[in-house]
Nanobody, 121 residues
């Protein structure tokens, strides 16, 4: 599986961005898809995931502000980010997992290249 993420950019606090991640392969629907982020000097952290059946999980800091969803026809997963905060600034990665559906990055199988999100005050 190859993942291509895009949609990052510079936005003011309170603004919105939508990240997208296009996946290759014909088994996209069977994968758990997720988003992680890594700020400078910090470890990569879980943001959100969506399972093949559509159930979702979010880290507490983004609940109510971010929404993950997927388009099975376009083999794409999205992360709609609203009410952005300065602390959301990070390099955002999309990821895919064959069987795992948790927040431990070491268990995810495939990674995209990352897209930068910068939120200014």
């Amino acid at each position: 599986v190859q993942l291509q993420a895009c949609g990052g950019g510079l936005v003011q606090a309170g603004g919105s961005l939508r990240l997208s991640c296009a996946a290759s392969g014909r088994t996209f629907s069977s994968y758990v898809m997720g988003w992680f982020r890594q700020a400078p000097g910090k470890e990569r952290e879980f943001v959100a995931l969506i399972r093949s059946g559509g159930t979702k999980s979010y880290t507490d800091s983004v609940k109510g502000r971010f929404t993950i969803f997927r388009d099975y026809v376009k083999n794409t997963v999205f992360l709609q980010m609203n009410s952005l905060k300065v602390e959301d600034t990070a390099l955002y990665y999309c990821a895919a997992a064959t069987y795992y559906s948790g927040s431990d990055a070491t268990h995810w199988d495939y990674w995209g290249q990352g897209t930068q999100v910068t939120v200014s005050s």
